[in-house]
């Protein structure tokens, strides 16, 4: 597992100070800021906020996709369902916004019992 690095206050301090007096520098940090923040929009493309990822589903999951379709609303239930349902039973990844959005119908389905 790969840790954090965390720059120390020294560090921290010689980069405030080399930011404040070296254009080009500041201009290439700017630059390299904004091709990541480019980078990360044109790869959400699902309606959820994506720290990005890929996952096999759960067994409670991948069951209730397969198997029981209350709380879907839209299409975009029923293929997050089919998606999920099919990466459990093959045991291969899905993204885990699919998994959102089967895990938002679970609730639902939950709360479809209160009264």
């Given at each position: 597992m790969r840790?954090?690095w965390?720059?120390?206050r020294?560090e921290r301090?010689?980069?405030?100070i080399?930011m404040?007096?070296d254009?080009e520098?500041?201009?290439?940090?700017?630059?390299r800021?904004?091709?990541r923040?480019?980078k990360?929009?044109a790869s959400?493309?699902?309606?959820y906020p994506s720290?990005?990822?890929?996952f096999v589903?759960t067994?409670q999951?991948?069951l209730f996709?397969?198997?029981?379709r209350?709380?879907?609303r839209s299409?975009?239930?029923?293929?997050a369902?089919?998606?999920?349902?099919?990466?459990w039973?093959?045991?291969t990844?899905?993204?885990?916004?699919?998994?959102?959005r089967?895990?938002?119908?679970?609730?639902?389905?939950?709360?479809?019992?209160?009264?």
């Amino acid at each position: 597992m790969r840790r954090q690095w965390y720059p120390s206050r020294g560090e921290r301090k010689a980069f405030a100070i080399r930011m404040r007096e070296d254009q080009e520098f500041r201009e290439a940090y700017q630059e390299r800021k904004a091709k990541r923040a480019a980078k990360r929009i044109a790869s959400s493309a699902y309606d959820y906020p994506s720290a990005g990822g890929e996952f096999v589903p759960t067994k409670q999951q991948g069951l209730f996709a397969t198997f029981d379709r209350r709380g879907t609303r839209s299409q975009e239930d029923e293929e997050a369902m089919e998606i999920v349902g099919s990466a459990w039973s093959t045991s291969t990844k899905c993204h885990h916004n699919y998994i959102h959005r089967v895990n938002e119908c679970m609730r639902r389905a939950d709360n479809s019992y209160e009264d």
